[in-house]
């Protein structure tokens, strides 16, 4: 079976993460730049999950990501978290994501990601039922982070490991690995930035060995040129979580790129994959 991978970026700015927000007027949103050009460089197209809060301020490098190749999908308005809403201000958060995305780009997203990875099966049913989107990624099996979601699939086929399908709406699950009894995100974020590349290169080996589908994700400010913004209201962890081997992403992210390539990965967006995986269906049916 082909082997795909999905880079992705979301793209948001260093004042919206979570133990950020009020603390920061500061920007480090030029790697998004950073990471187009390493795209360029390793000719790959990627899935930009984007606030729309940010559309017009980045509306430059979002337009020049079209033109290149690449695929704008939503990831909300203003990083407030999916469960943090009620379901009627979640689906309105959605629609204006869209609606801002469409009058700054001209397109309307089909893919979703929730902030924090937060999200359960009653806001995916209203991405899948009642707005109209083709697949999300924000399924990731780490019940232990505080932020993240929980989503049932009850009622999709399991494509793969990480992958699920209902009909033609496709949950394009983060990658883990089992490590010390728990489940560990190996796809990028945080994980990339504080495993060295010797430890995290051999557990994506042993992933890839048993699995055709590779997610990477990624945000700017860890592609940034800039240094992280200096906060003393931060705890010492979160202050080593935000700013710990961040100068080592750029060189990583372009191995682990390398590397799949090197191990036969072809690289699609997330539309691109979707509709193959919907072909692949289609003749098995």
């Known amino acids: 079976m082909k082997k795909i991978a999905l880079l992705s970026i979301d793209v948001e700015d260093v004042g919206h993460l979570d133990y950020m927000k009020a603390k920061v007027d500061y920007s480090m949103l030029d790697g ?8 360029k460089r ?17 509306k430059g490098e979002l337009k020049r990501a079209v033109e290149e190749g690449h695929e704008i999908a939503l990831h909300g308005t203003s990083h407030k978290r999916p469960l943090e809403m009620t379901l009627e201000e979640f689906e309105a958060d959605c629609v204006k994501g869209l609606d801002e995305i469409n009058k700054h780009l001209g397109l309307t997203p089909v893919g979703y990601r929730a902030s924090c990875f937060s999200l359960d099966r009653e806001r995916l049913d209203i991405l899948m039922n009642h707005l109209g989107f083709n697949y999300d990624s924000s399924r990731i099996n780490f019940d232990t982070h505080p932020l993240y979601g929980t ?6 086929t399991q494509v793969s490991e990480f992958l699920y399908r209902r009909n033609g709406f496709f949950e394009f699950e983060m990658p883990t690995i089992s490590f010390l009894g728990r489940c560990l995100p190996i796809s990028g974020g945080g994980y990339l930035r504080i495993f060295p590349w010797w430890l995290l290169s051999f557990y994506i080996k042993k992933y890839i060995r ?17 240094s ?3 906060v003393r209201e931060l705890d010492i962890k ?3 979580r935000f700013k710990y081997n961040i100068k080592s992403v750029p060189r990583k992210l372009d191995k682990l790129v390398n590397l799949l ?16 995986y919907a072909a692949e269906d289609e003749l098995k049916g």
């Open 32 to 39: 998004l730049d950073c990471f187009l050009d390493l795209a």
């Open 42 to 58: 390793n000719n790959v197209p990627s899935t930009l999950f984007t606030l729309s809060d940010l559309a017009l301020k980045a």
């Open 151 to 156: 989503i049932n699939m009850d009622g999709f």
């Open 210 to 226: 048993k699995n055709n589908l590779f997610s990477i994700y990624i945000h700017p400010f860890e592609l940034s040129s800039l």
């Open 228 to 230: 992280p913004p200096a």
């Open 238 to 240: 979160t202050r080593f």
């Open 261 to 276: 390539k090197e191990e036969g990965f072809e690289f699609m967006t997330c539309t691109q994959a979707r509709e193959f």
